[in-house]
């Protein structure tokens, strides 16, 4: 049987496997995620819940299959956003969210915990991201061969 991907913390709904992560709180310039607690699916329901929004991942966390090759952040080996989160992002949490993917994230299975420290400032869509925020998320043109 064919190994699934592990799941990817920063997903769009319609994704394979997507479900709700967490919802985006705190504020506009500090963004802050509180992880759910029990499983919810990405239904018509829960997406009208972000009928206010551009999108509904601009309120909310999704997670889903990782796309690999078909992810312009994956290598073939790593995700390199989940490096550069690391690498660029400061700490926002002491202890480990309480989060239902632990087991099968990509980013805690590549970068342990301190991906987790720094992983509820993330918000999918950001339109107003800091100077770090927009350098972790970026994939330096090097990456893509410009
Ligand atoms: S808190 Fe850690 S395990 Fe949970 S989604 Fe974020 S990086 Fe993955």
């Keep these: 049987m064919e190994k699934l991907a592990p799941m990817c913390p920063s997903a769009q709904p319609e994704m394979p496997d997507a479900r709700v992560l967490g919802v985006v709180g705190g504020t506009a310039a500090a963004p802050l995620v509180s992880y759910l607690n029990e499983p919810v699916g990405v239904t018509e329901e829960v997406l009208a819940l972000a009928a206010g929004a551009r999108h509904p991942a601009d309120v909310m966390r999704f997670a889903a299959r990782c796309q690999e090759a078909k ?10 956003l989940a490096t550069r989160i690391v690498q660029i992002l400061p700490a926002v949490v002491e202890a480990l969210p309480a989060c239902l993917i632990r087991s099968e994230c990509r980013w805690y299975q590549q970068e342990g915990r301190p991906a987790c420290m720094r992983c509820p400032q993330v918000v999918t869509r950001n339109y107003a991201p800091d100077e770090d925020m927009a350098r972790a998320a970026r994939v330096p043109l090097a990456a893509v061969g410009v």
Excluded at 71 to 80: K, P, Q, S
Aim: with cysteine; glycine share 10%.
């Design 71 to 80: 992810c312009c952040h994956f290598d073939g080996t790593n995700c390199n």
